[in-house]
Antibody
Framework: QVQLQESGPGLVKPSQTLSLTCTVS??????????WSWIRQPPGKGLEWIGY???????YYNPSLKSRVTISRDTSKNQFSLRLSSVTAADTAVYFC??????????????WGQGTLVTVSS | SSELTQDPAVSVALGQTVRITCQGD??????ATWYQQKPGQAPVLVIY???NRPSGIPDRFSGSSSGNTASLTITGAQAEDEAAYYC?????????????FGGGTKLTVL
């Protein structure tokens, strides 16, 4: 059973960089045909895909966030990370990490972390 | 860019059947994936592909698709089905394919 757990600061100041880490257990992030993803959800609102890192290390980002996002990984710790720069109050959200599968005619986020709330405030 | 449109709220009487819909151009190329989210919890996968249910998801949940519209049907809704439901697909228009979600439908079981 794959499990994911987010960790990182719950409060970030405006204009600074948000940094989160997702620790994966029950499966390796560097094997299998999986993408390791970040998704966020502002309070009371819907889900927004941020980006993912493929098992090979390739990265893909939401075009609307691409200029501010970096996703990286540490295979020795079986972790992947999110950095979002120049944050504003609009980046306040629950951030989820999830495993993603790209099928021929479907896509799916099949395992999710519990999520972590990040508030952007001075 | 492709968007996925859902009705913000739907209600159903206990034990009755309800259909939650999702519309978008991307659904002409990809089946919708459906997630259930209860307050304070992470989304849970309920339907993916043509009509696949992960282990542990009751068979009262089913999916269907026609043209640019996908539907999640709950046959015999239970009190525990009260939640927000999100559809998800891939927007392959433009230069960079990316994943998209609908705005979510809040289901109330009366």
């Amino acid at each position: 059973q794959v499990q994911l757990q987010e960790s990182g600061p719950g409060l970030v100041k405006p204009s600074q960089t948000l940094s989160l880490t997702c620790t994966v257990s029950g499966g390796s992030i560097s094997s299998g045909d999986y993408y390791w993803s970040w998704i966020r959800q502002p309070p009371g609102k819907g889900l927004e895909w941020i980006g993912y890192i493929y098992y090979s290390g390739s990265t893909y980002y939401n075009p609307s966030l691409k200029s501010r996002v970096t996703i990286s990984r540490d295979t020795s710790k079986n972790q992947f990370s999110l950095r979002l720069s120049s944050v504003t109050a609009a980046d306040t959200a629950v951030y989820f990490c999830a495993r993603f599968i790209s099928g021929y005619d479907y896509v799916v986020f099949d395992y999710w972390g519990q999520g972590t709330l990040v508030t952007v405030s001075s | 860019s492709s968007e996925l449109t859902q009705d913000p709220a739907v209600s159903v009487a206990l034990g009755q059947t309800v259909r939650i819909t999702c519309q978008g151009d991307s659904l002409r190329s990809y089946y919708a994936t459906w997630y259930q989210q209860k307050p304070g919890q992470a989304p849970v996968l309920v339907i993916y592909g043509k009509t696949n249910r992960p282990s542990g998801i009751p068979d009262r949940f089913s999916g269907s698709s026609s043209g640019n519209t996908a539907s999640l049907t709950i046959t015999g809704a239970q009190a525990e089905d009260e939640a927000a439901y999100y559809c998800n697909s891939r927007d392959s228009s433009g230069n960079h394919p990316h994943e998209v979600f609908g705005g979510g439908t809040k289901l109330t079981v009366l």
